[in-house]
């Protein structure tokens, strides 16, 4: 039974690009992984910032730009998500989703 929800996702992912072309197809991976991407951002950006904050306030030194470190931090992870994302659904896209439900 594990292994039948292991691949629950992907089959509902291959059976959401059934019928579409490659750019919808890598459309739909990289809004997926974008989706992750912001989800870890949500989560994480503040947990960061806020353990940032407790870190410079307990040792003196130079005031730390904790808006640009958050803009920066932002932008690296939507870049390695979407790099992250583009392979697979490059790869993903030249698959014909009709063989692989077959073979299933």
Do not use: C, Y
């Not at 459309?27 to 947990?47: A, D, Q, S, W």
């Not at 659904?89 to 077959?102: E, I, N, W």
């Amino acid at each position: 039974m594990s292994s039948f929800r292991a691949s629950a996702p992907l089959l509902h992912l291959i059976q959401g690009t059934v019928g579409a072309n490659e750019r919808q197809i890598v459309g739909k991976f990289i809004g997926e992984g974008v989706r992750l991407g912001i989800i870890g951002l949500v989560i994480g950006l503040p947990l960061s910032l806020i353990g940032l904050h407790m870190v410079s306030t307990t040792f003196s030194g130079p005031p730390v730009p904790i808006a640009e470190i958050a803009v920066a931090a932002g932008i690296g992870v939507l870049a390695v998500a979407l790099t992250a994302t583009w392979f697979p659904a490059r790869r993903a896209a030249g698959v014909d989703p009709a063989m692989v439900l077959r073979r299933d």
